[in-house]
């Protein structure tokens, strides 16, 4: 192990310089000097080159010397042993060489050399839970720990959990063969006197062990010294990326800085509120945002700076000197000049914040200010403009009136608000508001308007005024026309009517009366035509008045007529006069023709009627007298006749004069008191008392004939008759008869019952019931009272005779003994006969009887 | 000519019932404005109906049942008695 160890370090300087023979190898102390110096890595003393045994041993004393002035104290260990080959001498001062060099000077944690090197040991091999590392023999013996040490360190050397503590040899192997082949330790240890022996050698297993402690340990050293190298290097990198990141933090900084700077000083705004607004957004976000890692970024600067310049003062490096305009210095300048801006930048901001409200309340204030007044004012222009008060009537002009007083009050209440837009107009723009422009714009035309509408006001107000006048005297008129209208239309309506009157006029003078009138009537035509121009004037001057002005003459609220009504009526007034002239004429001329075709009738009538009359009289004398026998009388009658019958062309023409008369309408004649009636009657009356008193003559003749009457009885009924004809109309009226009779000696009583006595003889002498008894009449009844009168009895018992005795007859006893007309006659009246002994055709003769004479029995 | 003497004139309802028609009324009518003398009764039949009922004899007839007479005629007149039936109500004078 010991040789193993030696060559491990011999074969540094060359495969030559390894031992073969520890026993006999360093005899010499060459190879122990060599040793030695590749071990400690120091230089000995130059050896002595000299075979001479005194030449051995001062190499060797050097080896030792060295070796002690190491601090190992060499008891009993001189140079001559070694140089004669003392076994044990050699092997323990190998020994102790390896225990110096290669163990002693294990430090691990405070503890050196042996338990140092176990401590470094159970440290390795902690990790692996099948290794416990308690001492340097048995923990070794399965190989697990040398496994171990190799894995700890190398890894990718050997699969370490492939291995069983059951294969400790192949271990063993396993951790030798690796360790000499790649960790540079050569064996030393012999697997199967590791496994077989009950505990190893201590000093060889510490031996080989501190090979690897020194391998792997060194190998950790050059990692240290890496890592060291590496660390210098980092610590190096390190300042300067802190260098560089420094000099970009300061630049970034300084840049920003610089871009930022400016931002605050500047001191413009947009001049309105929300830009400003805006700003201080910006500013906040500036604030809150930007500046804040901008800070740390400073401050990271300044730590960074700090830490920078420690370090360097720590590694003993110099000081960092920032370049040129990045020192700290320049960084804290740049930073106060940018905090001086910034805070005076906030302060500005504030108050141009508060300014720029304020502006904006102003505006605010002003707009509504504006609104208010331009809503008043809209429609003020129109209002005042409208000729609405030429189109009125006097009482809604007068309303009108006071509705534009109390506008003008109004108007001059806002007069007041005017003035103070203009004022917030005017500290808008002396406080340089952003948009003045518009406010001024706004302004002007409220100011404008207002101009206008204080003109307008006034205007208004002079047209209402005037309008008021010329109403008024339009109203005037208007009832100075109502006053003279009303009277004057009368006057024309009946004028009209008196001018259209349609008169009926009799004669000639009524016709000039008319005519006189109306030529009155014409004579005050001049002052109607004056009264009528007057009217109409006033009427005109109305219009005139309402053209003048522009006004619309209202109605006239006192009169219904109108001037147009006046005018017709008038026109027509005067055309009605000269027709009535001409009806006028007419008339005259037709009352002329009247007049004569009344003369032309009366004359005729007048001869007629006087031959009328004097005929009627000389008729009515005849037989009055009683002288004249009734055949004389009768032949007068007819000759009487003849001459009426010869006048009768009269008649005719006088008919046709009364067809004029009539035809001209022509209904009274002064000029003849007969009518054509009267004479039509006359003429009648003469034709018929001509017929009748011929009748009359005749039928005294017959009843004088047949009554046998004497002439001299004739004569004296007719004095009675004549008599009682006070009237002397050849007849007597049932008065003078009633008289007649009395006279007569008939009693005619007072009452209903001699009323209707005096009836039934009426009836008798006046069966025509003419209301007249006739001479020949009164003559027949006179001298019949002596015969005898049929009545209705005797009638009745000439039936009975007929009938046999029988109560009733039948048609054929009547066809047998009445002439056949009178025999229907009677068939036909009579009713048949109901008596109880009635026979089939039985005709009651009874009640016939008594019908003819107006009697029946009930 | 009748002699009648002097009465004051009296209207009355005179009210002639019968008991059937198969029994005449006994009195004589007389007149009528086709007679142009007054509708009166002539005569009355001794013991008849209508000497019974008051009725007399030269009575003027001014009405019957409420008809006035004085335009009727001699057969109107009858014509308005017979349709009377069994009663009727005269107002004479």
Not at chain 1, 505 to 518: C, F, K, M, R
Not at chain 1, 735 to 759: H, N, P, T, V, W
Not at chain 2, 18 to 38: A, E, K, M, Y
């Amino acid at each position: 192990t010991f040789t193993a160890w030696c060559n491990s370090h011999l074969r540094k300087t060359g495969p030559q310089n390894q031992i073969e023979n520890i026993e006999e190898d360093f005899r010499n102390g060459l190879k122990l000097m060599l040793l030695l110096e590749v071990i400690s890595g120091e230089h000995l003393p130059k050896p002595d080159r000299g075979k001479m045994r005194f030449h051995k041993i001062a190499n060797v004393n050097k080896a030792l010397d060295f070796i002690a002035s190491k601090g190992v104290k060499l008891v009993s260990i001189g140079a001559e042993e070694i140089v004669d080959g003392n076994v044990k001498m050699t092997l323990g001062m190998i020994w102790t060489i390896i225990l110096r060099f290669a163990i002693q000077d294990i430090t691990v944690e405070e503890l050196t050399a042996k338990e140092g090197l176990l401590l470094w040991c159970q440290r390795k091999t902690a990790p692996y839970k099948n290794v416990n590392v308690q001492n340097f023999h048995l923990s070794w013996k399965d190989g697990l720990a040398f496994c171990a040490l190799i894995h700890r360190h190398r890894p990718e050397l050997l699969d370490y959990y492939k291995l069983s503590r059951d294969n400790p040899l192949e271990n063993l192997n396993t951790a030798f063969d690796i360790a000499e082949k790649y960790l540079d330790i050569p064996r030393m240890l012999d697997p199967e006197d590791m496994v077989n022996s009950a505990k190893p050698d201590e000093r060889s297993v510490m031996a080989y062990v501190s090979s690897y402690y020194h391998a792997f340990s060194g190998a950790q050293q050059a990692e240290t010294a890496a890592n060291r190298i590496c660390k210098v290097l980092k610590v190096n990198q390190e300042n300067e990326r802190l260098m560089e990141e420094y000099e970009r933090l300061a630049s970034d900084l300084l840049e920003w800085i610089r871009r930022t700077r400016p931002w605050l000083e500047n001191r413009t705004t947009d001049n309105t509120l929300p830009g400003t607004q805006r700003r201080l957004e910006e500013f906040r976000d500036y604030r809150r945002k930007q500046k804040p890692p901008k800070l740390e970024d400073k401050a990271k600067l300044e730590n960074s700076f700090n830490t920078l310049q420690t370090r360097l003062r720590l590694s003993n490096r110099p000081a960092y000197l920032p370049t040129e305009g990045k020192m700290v210095s320049d960084i804290a300048n740049a930073w106060k000049g940018l905090e001086t801006a910034e805070k005076g930048f906030e302060e500005w901001l504030l108050s141009e914040l508060q300014r720029l409200e304020r502006l904006d309340h102003l505006a605010q204030k002003f707009r509504h200010k504006c609104e208010i007044h331009e809503e008043w004012a809209a429609g003020k222009e129109e209002m005042l403009r409208s000729g609405d008060f030429r189109k009125c009537r006097l009482n809604e002009l007068k309303a009108m009136k006071k509705k534009h007083e109390a506008f003008e009050s109004d108007l001059a209440a806002h007069q007041d608000r005017v003035e103070q837009i203009a004022a917030i107009a005017q500290e808008l723009n002396s406080l340089d508001y952003h948009d003045v422009a518009t406010v001024n714009t706004r302004c002007q035309r409220i100011c404008d308007q207002w101009d206008v509408l204080g003109q307008l006001t006034i205007k208004r107000r002079e047209g209402l005024e005037e309008a008021e006048r010329i109403l008024e005297r339009i109203d005037q008129l208007h009832l100075e026309f109502a006053k003279r209208a009303a009277p004057f239309n009368n006057w024309m309506d009946g004028a009209k009517e008196d001018l259209r009157d349609m008169f009926i006029v009799h004669s000639t003078e009524e016709v000039q009366g008319l005519a006189d009138a109306h030529e009155q009537f014409k004579a005050t035509l001049g002052e109607a035509d004056k009264e009528y121009a007057t009217i109409i004037g006033l009427v005109q001057e109305v219009q005139r008045l309402g053209q003048q002005f522009g006004i619309t003459p209202p109605d006239n609220p006192y009169s219904t007529l109108h001037a147009q009504d006046i005018s017709n009526k008038w026109s027509e007034v005067k055309q009605l006069i000269p027709h009535r002239d001409a009806m006028l004429q007419q008339e005259m001329m037709r009352q002329q023709n009247n007049e004569r075709l009344r003369r032309q009738f009366a004359a005729k009538a007048n001869v007629v009627g006087q031959w009328i009359e004097t005929q009627l009289d000389a008729v009515a004398s005849i037989g009055v007298t009683g002288r004249s026998s009734l055949e004389e009388q009768l032949k007068k009658l007819q000759q009487f006749d003849k001459a009426v019958v010869a006048y009768k062309p009269n008649m005719e023409e006088l008919e046709r004069y009364n067809q004029e008369v009539q035809e001209a309408m022509i209904f009274e004649n002064r000029y003849t008191q007969y009518t054509m009636e009267t004479l039509r009657v006359g003429w009648e009356q003469l034709m018929t008392a001509i017929a009748r008193n011929i009748n009359e003559v005749e039928n005294q003749i017959l009843t004088r004939d047949s009554k046998g009457i004497t002439e001299a009885q004739m004569n004296e009924f007719r004095m009675s008759f004549n008599h009682f004809d006070k009237n002397h109309t050849k007849r007597l009226e049932p008065k003078e008869f009633k008289a007649c009779l009395i006279s007569l000696g008939y009693k005619i009583r007072d009452d209903k019952q001699g009323e209707a006595d005096f009836q039934r003889i009426m009836s008798i002498v006046d069966p025509n019931r003419t209301n007249y008894v006739t001479f020949d009449a009164f003559l027949d009844f006179m001298t019949r009272e002596t015969a005898d009168t049929d009545t209705a009895e005797q009638v009745m018992q000439s039936f009975k005779i007929l009938a046999g005795d029988k109560p009733y007859i039948t048609a054929q006893i009547l066809r047998q003994e009445l002439p056949a007309d009178q025999a229907e006659y009677c068939i036909q009246r009579m009713a048949p006969y109901t008596g109880r002994d009635a026979v089939p055709g039985a005709l009651d003769y009874m009640s016939f009887s008594t019908a003819l004479y107006g009697e029946s029995d009930l | 000519m009748s002699n009648v003497e002097y009465k004051p004139a009296e209207k009355v309802y005179i009210q002639l019932v019968r008991p059937d028609s198969s029994v005449s009324w006994g009195f004589r009518l007389q007149g009528g404005i086709d007679f142009s003398t007054p509708l009166s009764i002539q005569s009355i039949n001794p013991g008849s109906v209508s000497e019974r009922c008051g009725l007399k004899p030269g009575d003027a007839i001014l009405s019957i049942n409420n008809a006035t007479s004085d335009a009727m005629t001699h057969d109107e007149a009858k014509a308005e008695i017979m349709r009377s039936g069994d009663q009727i109500i005269m107002l004479v004078e």
